[in-house]
Structures are given as C-alpha cells and as structure tokens.
C-alpha cells in the first residue's frame, strides 16, 4: 500500500504469535520491518522473508534498544509486542515476579517510545501501537493479578503518550485482545495440566466460541498504524469477551 511504502516498522517479540503475524503483515503492505526477538532461532525462521530484516533485541536492555534504533534509522510505526503472562492471585504472586512483570510488560515499552520518539518528532509524524490485553483495565481475569496490572498500566502509558504528542503528528494506540493462538497460549494450557479441558476453558469465555488468530490482530495493528485520526484509544478485540 502506498502509505506505508519507505515506511520503517519495528517489532518486539515478532518470533512468534501476534509479533511473528503482525512483522509479516506490515511486510506484505510493502514496509521495511525489523523484525526483533531475543529467540535466534524463531528470528532465522523469519530471515528469509520479504521485507523484513531481523535483529536480535532484549527489550529488558535499555543500551540494547537505544542501540537497535540508532542503528536502523528513524523508525516510523514502533510495535510494542514484547509481553509475558504470569499465572497467579495477589497472594501468590511473588515480588520478583511483579517487578519482573512491570520491566517486561510496561517499562520495555517505556524504553522503545523514549528512543523513537525523538526522530518522530523532528520529521512530524509517527504511530506507536502497545500491545495490552482485555484483562487489564478493561476486565477483571482470575489468576492474571501481575499480567492485569501490567497491562492496565499499558493502556495508561498509551493514552498518556497519545496525550503528549497529538499536536506533533504522533498517535498512540493499544491493542487489547482476549484469547488469541500463540506458542506461550500453547505452553500455558498444557501447564494447567488438562490440556483439552484448558482449551475448551479459553474457548468457552469467548462468545463467538473460538480461540483468536494472530492474523487477526495484526490486521488491527496495520489498521492503527494508518489510521490517521485515531489516538489514545485501546481496542478490545476478543471474540465477543468483553461486551
Ligand atoms: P508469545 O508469548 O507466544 O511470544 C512472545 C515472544 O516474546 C517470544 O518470541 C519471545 O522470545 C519474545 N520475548 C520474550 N522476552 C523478550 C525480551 N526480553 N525481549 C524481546 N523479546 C522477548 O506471543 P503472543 O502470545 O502472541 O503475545 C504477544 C503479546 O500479545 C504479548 O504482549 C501478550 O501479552 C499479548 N497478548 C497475547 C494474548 C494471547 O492470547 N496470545 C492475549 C492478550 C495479549
């Protein structure tokens, strides 16, 4: 398409599920996508593709993000993908783990929108889009008390950047979706010990009775990062969940 043609699009945690879609999909419109992961092995896999160069990031490396995106000019759409999802109430949830949490899924964030935003902002323009979750500020999910907090706080980074920079051509979106397929998706239902009834459990909790594609949300995020009068909003997209 031809917006997005010269364009730079950057994405953490595209090895795999929503990232791995979401690079491939912005690499079909035509743009030049990073492609970035801290799995070698599921980035090789993407090596070959059209349009997307790949580079090993730890998005928990402040020196490491700084240093990818000096290294592959001004990036245009930042996609925020890298997240984790710790099981577990309050009560069982150990420190570590939260402040393990909040570097992974709130401060990475913090750490790709500080090194972007200065190029965004000399040449007039740029999209950021994070990705959230329903379980967050949007609904109360059992067993998710560090993911929800985590991700709530994503959404107020995103509208709080939005906030800061509409009058400079910037928006900030976030993606919030429910159930969707993906390797960790994989891992956790077979962690909950029976995997058939984990998966029917997932299912049953979005109305249109099935799991999400990560084709689909990376539809939204090509979606978002054109959609030019649109900042500061999260969107649920998750099967009916929410309503
Ligand atoms: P996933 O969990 O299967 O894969 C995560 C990827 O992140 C992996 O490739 C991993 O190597 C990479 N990663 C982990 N630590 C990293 C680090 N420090 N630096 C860079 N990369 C790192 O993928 P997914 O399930 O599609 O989730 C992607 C995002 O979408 C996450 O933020 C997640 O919270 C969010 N999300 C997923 C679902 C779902 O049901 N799958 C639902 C709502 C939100």
Known sequence: ADWIKD????VTAAGQGIGRATALAFAA???????????????????????????????????????????????????????FVHAGSILEMKDEEFDFAVDLNVRSMIRTIRA??????????????NMASVASSIKGVPNRFAYATTKAAVIGLTKAVAADYISKGIR?????????ESP??????????????????????????RIGLPEEIADLAVHLANATFTTGQAYAIDGGWSI
């Open 116 to 129: 972007v935003l200065p190029s965004m902002l000399e040449r007039g323009g740029g999209a950021i889009i």
């Open 184 to 209: 960790s998706l994989q891992d956790r239902m077979r962690a909950m010990g029976d995997y058939e009834t984990a998966r029917a459990a997932f299912i049953a909790r979005q109305p249109m009775g």
């Open 7 to 10: 364009k730079t699009v950057l």
């Open 172 to 180: 900030c979106n976030a993606i919030c979706p429910g159930t969707v």
């Open 29 to 83: 419109q035509g743009a030049r996508v990073i492609a970035t992961d801290i799995n070698d092995k599921t980035l090789s896999e993407l090596s070959g593709e059209a349009g997307i160069e790949v580079r090993r990031l730890d998005v928990l490396d402040d020196a490491a993000v700084v240093a990818t995106i000096d290294a592959v000019g001004p990036v245009d759409v930042l996609f925020n993908g890298a997240g």
